[in-house]
């Protein structure tokens, strides 16, 4: 079993060893030496953020390498899905669990293993940077990211999608209707159904530490799930996607 997830804006590096290179780190390097390329303005323009921010990644870009010297990409993503995983109270046996099953897409470095070497960046996998011929991220991972993880899964691939919308698109399209399995939490109010950005992430973040510290392998155990008042809902849920809904 695997689970996707999507990165984070913030991004923390701390003082830990990772355990190897991402696998497609040569593209790393090239998509870096594309924005190199960039000036600040252009940068702010094609990532639609501002100027500071453009700068501290100009900055980035400049000085990045890509060796052993990064930080474990579990342990640098800070923001509120990886808080909520709770990683730094992971035992060893955890950490291990989590580096065969969680994957982490990203715009920069394709698919991360949670030991992957990474330094800070900013690249959105919805940012359309022309590369290599192609008019996007999306079209320039293609489907290899999904045959990687295909690769990993072997006969019967089992993929439990917790990313966004947004990082999921990378792979999605390249995956058949059996092997993924899309899980989506709701909040109920007054009889109604919403989704909350804040919420899901929290609870993305909890299912993640729950199927790490609990050595969750399969459906069957997913959707016991019941951690933050979240229960699985069976006459919403489907083949293919998964419901969990907090009444409030």
Known sequence: MKIILSPTKQMKPVDREPLQ????IKDSEILCERLKQLHVDELRTLMKINEKIAMEN???YRSMTFSLTGSPALYTYNGLQFKHMRVEEFSQEDVAYAQDCIR???????VLRPMDAIQPYRL???TRLPIEGYSDLYAYWGDRLAHFLLQEEGEKPCIINLASKEYARAVSPYLSEGSTYTVTFLIEKA???KTESTQVKMARGAMVNW???QRISSIEELIAFHADGYVFHEELSSAT???????K
């Not at 982490?104 to 394709?110: A, D, N, P, Q, R």
């Open 21 to 24: 290179l991402p696998h497609f």
């Open 58 to 60: 100009v900055q980035r």
């Open 104 to 110: 982490i897409l990203s715009g920069m470095y394709g």
């Open 124 to 126: 959105e996998m919805q």
């Open 191 to 193: 009889g109604k159904l």
């Open 211 to 213: 199927i790490i510290t």
């Open 241 to 247: 996607e998964l419901v969990f809904v907090k009444r």
